[in-house]
């Protein structure tokens, strides 16, 4: 996971709570990307960007909000938080060049649980 | 958008015996990742394919990408304790960088 760091790597939030996610990755990549994982769901898209000032839509956008507003970080915001957002979220950066020929970096996780 | 489908969802094998994954893209596959997850823990990359008939090898797992098929598989020979975890694949289909990842194959490797 060399590269791309998050923060916090466990949290416990009550509902209604907001809360940041850090991500950081210092490859210099254009992509970034939030990804939560579930029991039997896999890893699931949020948002995704794919430069400072671009992001857009995964496939579970809801309740989340992301920003880029430099190349290096990709926070992810949690306004109101639900027991529904209890998860693993991984963040995630790759390289944007030759198409599919890019490894993606992967943080390290972070557990979070609302109650 | 792209989906990838992993069989079989779960997989118990006996030390010593072959085993394969398979991941089905529904759309064209431009690269086919592999990645690796302890119950717990982060994501560790195993290999990358690119092209179709691309085959690729790390200690005793071996994954191929068959690009008309749209599939790729991932081969673990004499498998061990060492190799239970869970499974993913992912892939670039789109034109936007979307990377979409299947649901993962759970291995037990009992001794």
């Known amino acids: 996971n060399a590269g791309v760091t998050q923060t916090p790597k466990f949290q416990v939030l009550k509902t209604g709570q907001s809360m940041t996610l850090q991500c950081a990755q210092d490859m210099n990549h254009e992509y970034m990307s939030w990804y939560r994982q579930d029991p039997g769901m896999g890893l699931r898209l949020i948002h995704y960007?794919?430069?400072?000032?671009?992001?857009d839509q995964g496939e579970v956008p809801n309740g989340y909000n992301v920003s880029r507003s430099t190349t290096e970080d990709f926070p992810l915001r949690l306004l109101s938080a639900a027991p529904s957002q209890t998860s693993v979220y991984f963040c995630a950066s790759m390289g944007v060049g030759a198409r599919g020929g890019n490894t993606i970096y992967f943080g390290e996780g972070s557990w979070l649980t609302v109650v | 958008s792209q989906e990838l489908e992993q069989s079989p969802q779960s997989l118990i094998v006996q030390e010593g015996k072959n085993l394969t994954i398979n991941c089905t893209s529904s759309k064209t596959l431009y690269g086919l990742y592999w990645y690796k997850q302890k119950y717990g823990e982060g994501l560790i990359f195993l290999m990358m394919?690119?092209?179709?008939?691309e085959e690729k090898s790390h200690e005793k797992i071996t994954a191929k990408l068959d690009e008309k098929k749209q599939q790729s598989s991932l081969h673990i020979t004499a498998s061990q304790p060492s190799h239970a975890g869970i499974y993913l694949c992912g892939a670039d289909g789109g034109s936007n960088y979307k990377l979409t990842f299947g649901k993962g194959t759970l291995l037990t490797v009992n001794p």
């Open positions: 394919l690119q092209k179709g008939g």
């Open positions: 960007s794919v430069g400072a000032g671009i992001t």
